[in-house]
């Protein structure tokens, strides 16, 4: 099963080379990324091949503006804009990962660098990156299927453009989004080692102060030895949220980004969903195959954004579980050593001092509230436009 998580860290960096959504290179037999020429040109190639290719499709005849002033039905101008937004999204991404390139690097090395120092960490992120994986590639293809049966349009040169560049603009889009997942589930990984090295070095201070000699050398240098491996713990976390802080500073546009195109993409999968199912003139109609084409795909779509979404929640919640964990000192002895009792201290005023927290372009902050917020403004918002479809068939 490595091989397996082997298999999609390859496929995640090498397809990102592809669309050029990775601008630098890696040497796999370090694990070491680095800025070469080639990566450079490789990538500048492809993201101005992009901008050209959709470029074309704007302007050709026949395309999306023609699609745009041609459209008969509200389901076509809510999809036209959802893909709109689709493509701004990626495109001021590629812009962001090029200004922050420097740092990207320095982020990759870090993170593979704590992976080869702690290789008992790939099993605790195994099954969920391959279920990541799973439910990503199902809903690109499911969405695409949808997508083309949207516009109800025979295949021709002209549709085969619009598939590529759709396609294309979905797949980078995940592909950033995946990318951004692998590293913050190895942030999640280290979280959890750190919350387990913790719990062992507490069982062992309870040993200790079971012991009968609590005032000999022995006792003091063992409690010496704790202290010293809580405070490596205490440091160990303070650079993982550093990381977790530059982190969400450099991917904001991403972050803003998955926000704006996860908001319209629900609304338009419940619109385009009620339309499929009252009309026929949607191109599925409401066959038994269409309908389940439509559950099929919107049970893989939020099972993927609910795995990306969630991710971040779980990280936001391990400060606190720290904190949860070292409340228990207090069932300790109190002939510790003094500086055992520091380290603790120190490491809960850490914790309290810098918590885990979200922000999206320093607009707001990401937290459940938030989520269930913007979850209430969803069926809103899609409510409106099946009021309207019904009051204007």
Known sequence: MADFVWIIQRFVYLYGRLVGVVNFTVDWRTGRAMITRWATIQAAVQNICLIGLLTFQLLHGDTVLFTFKHAKYLHEYVFLMVTAVRHWAVLLTLVSRWRHRGDIVLIWNRLFRATQQRPDVIPLYRRRLILKFIFAVLSDNLHMVLDLSALRQKFSPALALKL???????????????????????????????????????????ALCGSTNRRGGVFVTKCCALSDRLDRIAETQSKLQALVDGMSKIFQIQSFSMTIVYYLSTIGTIYF?????????????????????????????????????????????????LMKILEERTLLCE??????????????LQLARNPLEFYVMGLFKIDRGRIMSMANALITHSIILIQWELQNN
């Open 164 to 206: 590529i560049v759709w396609y294309l603009f979905t797949t980078i889009f995940n592909m950033i989004v995946a990318q951004y997942y692998l590293a913050m589930l190895q942030v999640n990984v280290s979280y959890t080692l750190i919350k387990r090295d913790l719990r062992e070095l507490l069982t062992e201070t309870q």
């Open 273 to 321: 969903a009620f339309c499929t199912i009252k009309y026929s003139s949607t191109g599925l109609g409401a066959s038994n195959w269409g309908l389940l084409l439509i559950v099929l795909s919107t049970t893989f779509f939020y099972a993927d954004n609910f795995i990306t979404i969630n991710i971040g929640f779980i990280i936001m919640d391990s400060n606190p579980e």
């Open 335 to 348: 002939e510790l050593d003094e500086r055992l009792k520091s380290s603790f201290e120190s490491f809960q």
